[in-house]
């Protein structure tokens, strides 16, 4: 079809086209990144955290002025709650994934280097930890009974012992050592003694993302002894029987140590996980909503304005059939006339897009918009701009050539 009358009639209409124009850009360009960020929340929600969720239960507990020995009451606690029915297994740890603290450092692969390599989360935990949690072992070993060291000795100030090994995440071993085999390897973190590593788990997130998404699989683990004072109570359970064991345990632990309390953010994980993607979800079906609605709104801005143009136009299509043309070549018309209008507002869209995703990688640290977005945002703005037009188009392309020129 020739292009060139179509392009004549916009020039008449140089305001109603501009408004179209300017309607698709701005669609195009919200609707890139807002789909782009939609997706990068479902994959955020869908991260494997490493552990096995629906089994395990979360129980921090506090002393009130106690004077005795923390770490034989713990060992104590553990005894009693891996002896409770429907425990699988019981470790205690510094921090737990959707939790509001995290234990950090730098990550160094010789004593002399000045700048990390990479920085991690640290888990401080006995043996147990990677059953309790069900982390999944894709190189090497767990720790030793004899590795595991007393935190609370490790840190009084003359002591000379030193972290004997340590287990890291695969996305932590694949920064510090791309391509090779890290086990074996050493790592330096605190202080200038090398930490060997001994195992590699498949996935471990850290508590939280305040370091930023892209290392939040780094996570390494230390074989310490954690006392309750400075850790919480983690448990493996029969999923069916969480409630029963949670209201046991936290029995147990009070009676056990009566001069102690019960945390108030003692949970199940599972129920921790849906709390802590509370916000991504709301933020996925408010960006689904902004996303139909702008929808939405441009293709009523182009049903209107096509309705509009066969309105003023009806002399011009009367004029046409009664010269021969048809029904399909007046509706071809009106859909070339939108595709027009449509690809000059996608292609203005396309660059707001890209300057839109650059001021939200400044102001808020958000990764780079992927330019398959681009196209997937172009078709899908084509495929409404035709769908939108085509009630007009085909209204247009049913006016009887007689009545049009009586109504000249």
């Given at each position: 079809?020739?292009?060139?009358?179509?392009?004549?009639?916009?020039?008449?209409?140089?305001?109603?086209?501009?408004?179209?124009?300017?309607?698709?850009?701005?669609?195009?360009?919200?609707?890139?990144?807002?789909?782009f960020?939609?997706?990068?929340?479902?994959?955020?929600?869908?991260?494997?955290?490493?552990?096995?969720?629906n089994?395990l239960l979360?129980?921090?507990?506090?002393?009130?002025?106690?004077?005795?020995?923390?770490?034989?009451?713990?060992?104590?606690?553990?005894?009693?709650?891996?002896?409770?029915?429907?425990?699988?297994?019981?470790?205690?740890?510094?921090?737990?994934?959707?939790?509001?603290?995290?234990?950090?450092?730098?990550?160094?692969?010789?004593?002399?280097?000045?700048?990390p390599?990479?920085n991690?989360s640290?888990?401080?935990?006995?043996?147990?930890?990677?059953?309790?949690?069900?982390?999944?072992?894709?190189?090497?070993?767990?720790?030793?009974?004899?590795?595991?060291?007393?935190?609370?000795?490790?840190?009084?100030?003359?002591?000379?012992?030193?972290?004997p090994?340590?287990?890291?995440?695969?996305?932590?071993?694949?920064?510090?050592?791309?391509?090779?085999?890290?086990?074996?390897?050493?790592?330096?973190?605190?202080?200038?003694?090398?930490?060997?590593?001994?195992?590699?788990?498949?996935?471990?997130?850290?508590?939280?993302?305040?370091?930023?998404?892209?290392?939040?699989?780094?996570?390494?683990?230390?074989?310490?002894?954690?006392?309750?004072?400075?850790?919480?109570?983690?448990?493996?359970?029969?999923?069916?029987?969480?409630?029963?064991?949670?209201?046991?345990?936290?029995?147990?632990l009070?009676?056990?140590?009566?001069?102690?309390?019960?945390?108030?953010?003692?949970?199940?994980i599972?129920?921790?996980?849906?709390?802590?993607?509370?916000?991504?979800?709301?933020?996925?079906?408010?960006?689904?909503?902004?996303?139909?609605?702008?929808?939405?709104?441009?293709?009523?801005?182009?049903?209107?304005?096509?309705?509009?143009?066969v309105?003023?136009?009806?002399?011009?299509?009367?004029?046409?059939?009664?010269?021969?043309?048809?029904?399909?070549?007046?509706?071809?018309?009106?859909?070339?006339?939108?595709?027009?209008?449509?690809?000059?507002?996608?292609?203005?869209?396309?660059?707001?897009?890209?300057?839109?995703?650059?001021?939200?990688?400044?102001?808020?640290?958000?990764?780079?918009?992927?330019?398959?977005?681009?196209?997937?945002?172009?078709?899908?703005?084509?495929?409404?701009?035709?769908?939108?037009?085509?009630?007009?188009?085909?209204?247009?392309?049913?006016?009887?050539?007689?009545?049009?020129?009586?109504?000249?």
């Amino acid at each position: 079809m020739d292009i060139l009358p179509i392009l004549t009639t916009l020039r008449r209409h140089k305001t109603a086209a501009a408004l179209i124009v300017f309607e698709v850009a701005l669609t195009c360009a919200i609707i890139c990144n807002a789909v782009f960020l939609i997706q990068s929340r479902i994959a955020r929600m869908q991260r494997p955290s490493g552990m096995v969720e629906n089994e395990l239960l979360r129980i921090e507990i506090n002393g009130i002025n106690e004077k005795g020995d923390s770490s034989a009451l713990t060992r104590s606690d553990l005894a009693m709650l891996r002896g409770l029915p429907g425990v699988k297994a019981v470790t205690v740890s510094n921090q737990v994934r959707y939790g509001d603290s995290s234990w950090n450092t730098g990550v160094r692969l010789t004593a002399e280097q000045k700048l990390p390599t990479a920085n991690a989360s640290n888990y401080m935990a006995d043996a147990q930890f990677v059953e309790t949690l069900g982390l999944k072992l894709v190189a090497g070993r767990n720790f030793k009974p004899d590795e595991v060291i007393n935190f609370d000795e490790f840190n009084k100030p003359d002591a000379k012992s030193s972290i004997p090994a340590t287990i890291i995440s695969r996305a932590l071993a694949e920064q510090l050592f791309p391509g090779q085999d890290p086990i074996g390897k050493n790592v330096y973190t605190w202080g200038d003694d090398p930490i060997p590593v001994v195992g590699v788990v498949e996935h471990l997130l850290r508590p939280n993302e305040s370091n930023g998404l892209s290392t939040a699989g780094n996570s390494m683990i230390y074989p310490f002894e954690m006392s309750y004072n400075n850790g919480l109570y983690l448990l493996r359970v029969d999923p069916e029987r969480r409630q029963e064991i949670f209201k046991a345990a936290s029995q147990a632990l009070s009676r056990n140590g009566p001069l102690r309390i019960l945390s108030e953010k003692n949970d199940t994980i599972e129920h921790m996980s849906d709390k802590y993607k509370q916000t991504d979800r709301s933020m996925v079906w408010l960006l689904s909503a902004v996303c139909i609605a702008l929808l939405i709104v441009t293709a009523l801005g182009i049903v209107g304005l096509a309705s509009f143009w066969v309105q003023q136009r009806t002399k011009q299509i009367g004029v046409r059939r009664a010269l021969g043309a048809t029904r399909g070549q007046i509706l071809r018309y009106f859909q070339t006339e939108n595709f027009l209008l449509t690809s000059i507002g996608i292609v203005l869209g396309m660059a707001l897009a890209f300057a839109i995703n650059l001021a939200l990688m400044k102001y808020y640290e958000l990764p780079r918009l992927p330019a398959v977005y681009l196209p997937m945002g172009a078709l899908c703005l084509w495929l409404l701009g035709q769908f939108a037009v085509y009630g007009p188009a085909r209204r247009a392309a049913m006016v009887p050539p007689a009545l049009a020129t009586r109504s000249a």
